[in-house]
Every structure is written in structure tokens, then in C-alpha cells.
Nanobody, 122 residues
Framework: QVQLVESGGGLAQAGGSLRLSCTAS????????MGWFRQAPGKEREGVSC????????YYADSVKGRFTISRDNAKNTLYLQMNSLKPEDTAMYYC???????????????WGQGTQVTVSS
């Protein structure tokens, strides 16, 4: 079955940076939209950023615009999320998802990774 493996999470200080990666297998990666979602304790999962299959259309949640950048390398079947100017409120489990809407509608994504934890200290 489809496998999505996230990496790159960890502990960062406020104002710092992290880069998340998601490697896909058993998926025609170049043909599908991809996305990053996050879920903090006690909160609903939210769409952070999504990218179209060609990489020419992106979506960002208002809370991360100007700080996060999504990108993809279709030759490597890998999705990235560069997170700069991190804030404590970015602390959450971050999930990679595949084959959904480029507008980041959560319910449209059938495939999900296990998640990688991002913790930002103040």
C-alpha cells in the first residue's frame, strides 16, 4: 500500500527553522497533489500547506504565510516544508498527506503518514 514517511521534526527555538521531508512509495507521486497538515493537542487537524502535482499551485494557511514554504521533488518522490521564523504556536504533530485537493481540504486526502513532532520553545 501507499507509504508516506515524514522526517525532520524536532525541537527548535522561537525564531528558528526546521525542514520537514516526506518520502512517498507505492504512489505515482508526480501525478498527485500533496500536503502538510498539523494537529496540536486538543485541537483539530488543520491544513498547513498544499501543492499541486506539477508544483505550480500552492496553498498556505494564513497562520504560516510568509514563514513556511512547500516544495516537491518529483524525481525523488519527496515533499518538503521549510519552516522559518518558528513560533511556539507552531508546536504540533505534522503529517504528510497525498492525493487530495490542492486547496488543502482535509477530507479529500486518502493517504497519510505517521507524523513527525515539531516543538518550538519560547
Amino acid at each position: 500500500q501507499v507509504q508516506l514517511v515524514e522526517s525532520g521534526g524536532g525541537l527548535a527555538q522561537a525564531g528558528g527553522s526546521l525542514r520537514l521531508s516526506c518520502t512517498a512509495s507505492r504512489l505515482t507521486f508526480p501525478d498527485v497533489n500533496m500536503g502538510w497538515f498539523r494537529q496540536a493537542p486538543g485541537k483539530e487537524r488543520e491544513g498547513v500547506s498544499c501543492i499541486s502535482w506539477r508544483g505550480d499551485s500552492t496553498y498556505y494557511a494564513d497562520s504560516v504565510k510568509g514563514r513556511f514554504t512547500i516544495s516537491r521533488d518529483n524525481a525523488k518522490n519527496t515533499l518538503y516544508l521549510q519552516m522559518n521564523s518558528l513560533k511556539p504556536e507552531d508546536t504540533a504533530m505534522y503529517y504528510c498527506a497525498a492525493a487530495g485537493s490542492r486547496t488543502c481540504a482535509y477530507s479529500t486526502f486518502p493517504y497519510w503518514g505517521q507524523g513527525t513532532q515539531v516543538t518550538v520553545s519560547s
